[in-house]
């Protein structure tokens, strides 16, 4: 076996040639394979996978096919065979030999493949086209009337919203004044304040037209137009008229005194109604 080359030399028993060869010329019947030592042969295979590790694992592995062909041939030549179960040895070695044509193929085609350009290292598509920038203009086409309704819907649009808070319903004390020492001279006799009132279906205007009375009957009393009672505390409220004529030199009685102290109540209420 020589170091520069890649293929296996054998030299045994008077030959001395490259193995394919060999098993080539035993194929043919052109060699005698019974004069053959096939240990010599394995002992120069070792020795080639030995040195062959540098080179291809594949011809290695060839190598080692040809040598088990050529033991399996020289067994079948020496042993005796039954024909009606095991192939000749020509119809082995022909198997071997579409076997190696296949193997040989498939290299052959692999290596063309690997060959071959590769896209995006050896050559390269072409790139993304370039985008047009698209330029539109529109146009309108309408008339004056058209233009003017638009304008209308526009305006309609953005026009601001107005809130107006409604007011609530209320009496004032001046109407309560005068409602009051309206009705004081027909009701001579003690009677409670909500005597006075309005009729209000409204809860809220009905609470006001109370306390605007309320100040009102105080004012009353504070002229000496009018008498208050209420017999204790949260307990209802009488009001009737002063029988007697008002007299501004006479002195008011204690309870008007009282009353008159709560004049202060009537400007709160005033302020607040405002």
Known sequence: ?????????????????PLDLLLALARGQKVDLREISILALV????A????????????????LVMAAWLAYLKSA?????????????????????????RLAA???????????DRLGRDVFARGAPEGLATVRQSLWQADLYALIQAYGRVLARTRPVVHQIARRPVMTLEAALERLGRLIGAKPDWARIEAFLPYAADPALARSSLASSFVAALELARQGRAELRQDG???????????????????????????????????????AQR
């Open 1 to 17: 076996m020589t170091d520069s080359s890649a293929s296996l030399v054998i030299e045994i028993d008077g030959w001395e040639g």
């Open 43 to 46: 002992e120069q295979y070792l």
């Open 48 to 63: 080639y996978l030995a040195g062959a590790r540098a080179l291809r694992l594949e011809i290695a592995a060839d190598y």
């Open 77 to 101: 030549l020496l042993l005796p065979r039954d024909p009606e179960i095991e192939p000749s040895p020509e119809e082995l070695a022909l198997r071997l030999q579409l076997r190696l044509q």
């Open 106 to 116: 498939m290299r052959e085609a692999g290596a063309r493949l690997m060959a071959r």
């Open 233 to 271: 505390p949260f307990a209802p409220l009488y009001l009737r008229g002063h029988r007697e004529p008002f007299d501004p030199g006479r002195s008011v009685p204690g309870r008007f005194r009282r009353a008159r102290g709560r004049g202060g109540a009537v400007r709160r209420h005033r302020a």
